[in-house]
């Protein structure tokens, strides 16, 4: 079975900072791995993806996340964090030649001034 | 630009009273989605549609129903809602069933029971 874990509820961090949001995930075969963010009264909107290759990718508003198939994670991180990152944030991943997504139970992120 | 839309933004309807909610896209994607999200917890997939091919969920309640008249459209029908049905009603699409493919979501629908 498919599932992904966000270990933090709740992640704080200082304006200017780099921020790490972590996830793990278990499934059958090569995972394909997505980040989304979800701001207050909104949708999600898709950040990142790995599908296959370099285990570092970059996605939107400087955000990049790391694929580390022995440790099974997939973390999302930035160098430095804006106040307007302040959201919630949700792993989610798929296997191959699966359909179904399953999301991890989302992860809040507060950036202090 | 092209996107994911949800009418209305918030919903209020009494205990019992059908409510339709509507989603359109402009992406001309195949599949669409509905997802139930609570509390800002992970969305909870209702059922999909790939084309015209309905797949509902196993553990989505028989209250739920939808259509997908065209392409463009899809509906989520509440038939008789109760109050544990309160909730953001989300509507995503993606280009085709591949598993590589991200999703893109509309900005919900709030739903409120009376």
């Known amino acids: 079975a498919q599932s992904v874990a966000q270990p933090e509820d709740q992640v704080n961090v200082a304006e200017g900072n780099p921020l790490t949001v972590k996830c793990t995930y278990s499934v059958s075969g090569n995972p394909y791995l997505f980040w989304y963010v979800q701001y207050p009264n909104r949708g999600l909107q898709f950040l990142l993806k790995?599908?296959?290759?370099?285990?570092l990718v970059k996605g939107s508003y400087g955000f990049e996340a790391e694929f580390n198939k022995s440790q099974t994670s997939f973390h999302l991180k930035k160098p430095s964090a804006l106040v307007s990152d302040s959201a919630l944030y949700f792993c989610?991943?798929?296997?191959?030649?699966?359909?179904?997504?399953?999301f991890g139970a989302g992860t809040r992120l507060f950036v202090k001034a | 630009d092209a996107m994911v839309i949800q009418n209305p933004r918030y919903q209020v309807t009494q205990f019992g009273k059908p409510v339709t909610l509507s989603c359109s896209q402009t992406?001309?994607?195949?599949?669409m989605y509905w997802y139930q999200q609570k509390s800002s917890q992970a969305p909870k997939l209702l059922f999909h549609y790939y084309d015209k091919d309905f797949n509902n969920e196993a553990d989505t309640p028989d209250n739920f129903q939808s259509r997908r008249p065209n392409t463009s459209f899809c509906f989520l029908d509440i038939r008789s809602p109760g109050l544990g049905d309160a909730a953001m009603y989300l509507c995503?699409?993606?280009?085709?069933?591949?598993?590589?493919?991200?999703?893109?979501f509309g900005d919900g629908t709030r739903l409120s029971i009376l």
């Open positions: 995503a699409t993606s280009r085709d069933k591949l598993s590589n493919q991200p999703q893109h």
């Open positions: 790995y599908i296959t290759g370099d285990n």
């Open positions: 989610a991943v798929r296997a191959t030649g699966g359909f179904k997504t399953i």
């Open positions: 992406l001309n994607h195949n599949v």
